[in-house]
Nanobody, 121 residues
């Protein structure tokens, strides 16, 4: 069974930085796109950033120039470096990956458990 395990959330002052990590674990799987989303209470989950297997990236306008997504394909891990954090970035962040377990024919979305990011003013 494939799982996504996140780490790196926490409390930081405005203007500070945090780095989120998300590692996929399991047996016999392959990963296509990966990304980060966030969801505030009572709101829809929104895209933060995505990255293809080849390294092409896409960012929400609200985080462009402040956040950087990257991945390590050899270790099935995706990262989100968050700089110049603002109080409005406070919410739960979720890792996402399109994964196909063996025999690698059908990809579907997998989600991490979520990690809280709190930015104080």
């Amino acid at each position: 069974q494939v799982q996504l395990v996140e780490s790196g959330g926490g409390l930081v002052q405005a203007g500070g930085s945090l780095r989120l990590s998300c590692a996929a674990s399991g047996i016999l799987f392959t990963i296509n796109g990966m990304g980060w989303y966030r969801q505030a209470p009572g709101k829809q989950r929104e895209l933060v950033a995505t990255i293809t297997r080849g390294g092409d990236t896409n960012y929400a306008d609200s985080v462009k120039g402040r956040f950087t997504i990257s991945r390590d394909n050899a270790n099935n891990t995706v990262y989100l470096q968050m700089n110049s954090l603002k109080p409005e970035d406070t919410t739960v962040y979720y890792c996402n990956a399109q994964i196909a377990p063996y025999p690698y024919r059908v990809f579907r979305d997998y989600w991490g458990q979520g990690t809280q990011v709190t930015v104080s003013s």
